[in-house]
């Protein structure tokens, strides 16, 4: 979709972001007035409109360039300019930081226009709108999967387009991201005394998100967690795995270093 940040990093799309903000500020005070005159009801010509929205757009009054495209759509719906404004509504409302109804917005366009050539682009904006939401590993992380489920949506459907290409490097975030999180619930049960239980979370981990950086931690943790429960033979598993595949890592140092102490009769790691 021309001029729109389709595949920029979390940071850029940050920056643009607060630079969108500093604008909307700035247009927003000089243009308080008019406002409601530009979001009230008068019939206008589609292109007179849709250049009044994308004008809003350019001086990054965002939500007001969205109202406008949606009343684009309301006032022309027949005219191949709504199906672009659906679009960029969708757009302007993921710029304003609105993600839900930026995710309403591209949904909408893509019930009605399914083959669109700028479905991929539709379907990236709404994994985009659930990426830009993921919260810290302490929250629930059901956002963190409707993302994980869009940016994988756009992978399967349009895998040879850019959009795909950069779903697939924040799916690598997103793996990271939940593996994160089984590994803080692991380590609460460990220091709650729950070994099983944590032992569940570190092997989610090591068969679930194997690719991510937590896999070193977690099979140092399964190490712990047998040895806390009396099956060396079990820890000297996990051990031998952290020490053939991460030989050089502070996690395989100290799983050493613990076998040798706790289970000195074990064999060779």
């Not at 068969?207 to 070193?216: A, D, I, K, L, N």
Request: aromatic share 10%; charged share 25%.
């Amino acid at each position: 979709m021309p001029g729109t940040p389709t595949s920029r990093s979390p940071l850029k799309l940050a920056l643009f972001a607060t630079a969108s903000a500093a604008l909307l500020v700035t247009a927003g005070c000089a243009g308080r007035g008019n406002q409601a005159k530009d979001t009230a009801f008068v019939a206008r010509d589609v292109d007179t409109l849709y250049m009044a929205a994308k004008d809003r757009l350019d001086r990054g009054d965002t939500r007001l360039a969205a109202a406008l495209f949606d009343e684009v759509e309301r006032q022309h719906p027949y005219s191949p300019w709504a199906r672009r404004a659906q679009l960029m509504s969708a757009f302007s409302y993921y710029v304003a930081r609105d993600y839900n109804k930026a995710i309403q917005s591209a949904q909408r366009f893509l019930s009605i226009h399914p083959g669109n050539r700028d479905a991929p682009y539709a379907y990236y904006l709404i994994g985009l709108s659930y990426y830009e939401q993921i919260s810290d590993v302490s929250r629930d992380q059901k956002i963190t999967r409707l993302a994980l489920d869009s940016m994988n949506e756009v992978v399967r459907r349009y895998p040879n387009t850019r959009y795909a290409s950069d779903a697939r490097l924040k799916i690598d975030l997103i793996n990271d991201h939940l593996a994160g999180k089984e590994m803080e619930i692991g380590r609460f049960y460990q220091r709650s005394g729950r070994w099983l239980a944590a032992n569940l979370r570190f092997r989610n981990v090591i068969e679930g998100y194997q690719s991510t950086s937590h896999t070193p931690e977690a099979l140092y943790r399964m190490v712990e967690s047998n040895l806390a429960i009396g099956v060396p033979a079990e820890a000297q598993k996990a051990a031998a795995v952290l020490g053939a595949n991460y030989p050089g890592s502070e996690w395989y140092k100290k799983a050493f270093d613990l076998m040798q102490k706790y289970a000195p009769g074990t064999a060779a790691i």
